[in-house]
Structures are given as C-alpha cells and as structure tokens.
C-alpha cells in the first residue's frame, strides 16, 4: 500500500506538441497545460486489478521554450499541484510541483527528420511538506532523452510521429526510470489534428524507504484533438488512461492545453 501511494503521485503526460522538433532561434512557445486524474482501483504484483485507496490529482504546467539558436532551444515549466487522497487516513498537498529546466539540442535533421537530445533538470516544490499526499514530489530528478520526430503524409494528409526515450534519475528513495513515450499526429482539415499517444513507464528495479519497496511499470493512452484557433495558438483537449500496470494505479483523467507560438 505504502508502494502504491507513492506511485499514485507520478506525473501525467508532458504536452503533445513539440516534440522533437526544435525552435527557430529568436522564436518559441508557450504552453498552458492543466490535467485532472481521477483512481479507485490499482494493478497488483500479477497485473490483477483491485479496489484501492481514492485520490484525486490536478496539475497546471506553463512551459516556456525558446529558440537560443536553430539547433538549440532552451526550457523551463513550473508546475502547480494538488493531491487529495482518500480513506482511510485521508490527506492532501497543495503548492509548487517539480520546477523543470533544460535544453532540447539537435543533434541531425533532413526535409522530413530530427534526430534531438534533451536534458532537464527537475527540482521539487514541495519543500519539507509533511503531507503523505506530497510523496513522489520531493527529490530532484534529472532526464535524459532522445527524441526523434518523422514528417509524413497519411491518407493524403499531413502527419507525424514523435518517438522519445528516456532515461529518469530519481535522487533519493524513488528508483530510476526508464520512458518511451510516442505521439502520431495527422491533420484531418485545415485547423484540427488527431493526436494518438502512448507513454510507457518501467521502474530499474526498486527503491528504498516505506514508500517504494516495488518495482513497477505503467502503461498510459492518450487520445485527443487540437485545435488552430490562428497561426500562434492552438488548443488541445485530450482523454488519458491506464491500460496495463503492475504495482501501480490504474487513473483516468483529462488534459487540456493551449499552446502560444511566438
């Protein structure tokens, strides 16, 4: 149980668009991302789905990038949080989230490709909260990444893939982590895009401490639409959910983003 309340903080997917991609030097976006999560049951040690403690979670992200040069964009992406968990011994945390900055480096690109590397430091808000609810946000974590982005024509439309993987350094008692997270995007009409995305998580083994004595792993779908409601801001309304875990929560929820182009 300690195991799983720890597991139920961990984040939801970052945004859709971007991706690989790099911004053009002097230029950026920005990007407004709030997602709600929702859980009652939980994946066991043999992938068997069980009734589990209730929580509720709301994250709101603003994330900043902007174009140093061509081939190197810088980011960062405060984050506000609020958990609630509960019975029994219900809780709740309130307040700052991790804290990212980085940088997204290309690293090749052709006409329709980008090969990119991405390194962000994480570092927690939460400070010394003595909230069970603040479990899972308080050590600063390190990711590593490589991103590779595909342009592409789909049944006469336009398209793309995005494929990230991901090296997680969780400092403290959480174990480290490895990511695979892809995103097929296809332009239906002019100003609607269909977003498909699948992000995976596997635990390297386990942690230490009451709260993730586990290994665990995590598959998450997330499907959705965006919308251009001009050249620089784009909407995005988006349905996520666990389809296959092991030691860890099986959550519904929603995302919504907006995305400003500059």
Known sequence: MRALLALMLLALPAPALGGAWTQEEGHGQVILQSSAAYSATEFGPSYDLYASRPYDKVEVTLVFEYGATDWLTLIAAPQFLY?????PSPS???????????ARMRLWRDESSVI???????????GNS???????????ELDLRLLYGLSFTMFGKAAFL???LAQRMRFGPPPDELHLDVTLGWRVVE???LLAQSFSVISEGAGTGPYFGDS?????????AAYDLSAAVTLQLSVVGTVFARNAPQENGVVLAAYYRF
């Open 83 to 87: 958990v609630s968990f509960g019975d």
């Open 92 to 102: 709740s945390y309130t307040g700052p989230g991790y804290q990212d900055v980085g």
């Open 116 to 126: 990119s590397a991405q390194v962000v430091g994480r570092f927690p808000g939460t």
């Open 130 to 140: 003595q909230s069970a609810a603040a479990v899972g946000y308080e050590d600063p």
């Open 162 to 164: 995005d494929v990230q």
């Open 191 to 193: 100003r609607w895009q």
């Open 216 to 224: 665990y792993e995590y598959y998450k779908l997330q499907m959705g």
